[in-house]
Nanobody, 124 residues
Framework: QVQLVESGGGLVQAGGSLRLSCAAS????????MAWFRQAPGKERDVVAV????????YYTDSVKGRFTSSRDNAKNTVGLQMNSLKPEDTAIYYC?????????????????WGQGTQVTVSS
C-alpha cells in the first residue's frame, strides 16, 4: 500500500510559477513509475507528466513541454512538478499517481495509487 500526498498548489498569475510536491509512504517508492495528472472543471482527467522509476525516463503532454519539469528523489520518497510560464488553461486539480508498470505509461488505468489532489488556479 502506498499513500500519496500532494502539496504546493495555489493561485498564481499567468506567467508565474508553482512547484508541486508529492510525498509517498512506504519503503518501495523507487519501484513505482510516478505521474502527474490533472482535471479541469468539466473535463476528463489527463496525464501531464510521467517519470520512470529511476527518473531517467520522462514524458510530457504537448501542452506543457518546455514549461513543466518532473523530478523525483527516491531517497526522500518524493516527486515534484516544476511548473513555469503558467497559463489560465493550466488551471485544474493536479493528482500524483503511482504505477507498477515500467517505462512511462500514460493511461489512468495503469496507475493504482492516487493522491487526493491539489488545486492550481492560474489567473489571467
Amino acid at each position: 500500500q502506498v499513500q500519496l500526498v500532494e502539496s504546493g498548489g495555489g493561485l498564481v498569475q499567468a506567467g508565474g510559477s508553482l512547484r508541486l510536491s508529492c510525498a509517498a509512504s512506504g519503503r518501495t517508492f523507487s519501484r513505482y513509475t510516478m505521474a502527474w495528472f490533472r482535471q479541469a472543471p468539466g473535463k476528463e482527467r489527463d496525464v501531464v507528466a510521467v517519470i520512470s522509476q529511476s527518473g531517467g525516463g520522462t514524458y510530457y503532454t504537448d501542452s506543457v513541454k518546455g514549461r513543466f519539469t518532473s523530478s523525483r528523489d527516491n531517497a526522500k520518497n518524493t516527486v515534484g512538478l516544476q511548473m513555469n510560464s503558467l497559463k489560465p488553461e493550466d488551471t485544474a486539480i493536479y493528482y500524483c499517481a503511482a504505477s507498477v508498470r515500467i517505462g512511462v505509461p500514460r493511461a489512468q488505468s495503469d496507475y493504482i495509487y492516487w493522491g487526493q489532489g491539489t488545486q492550481v488556479t492560474v489567473s489571467s
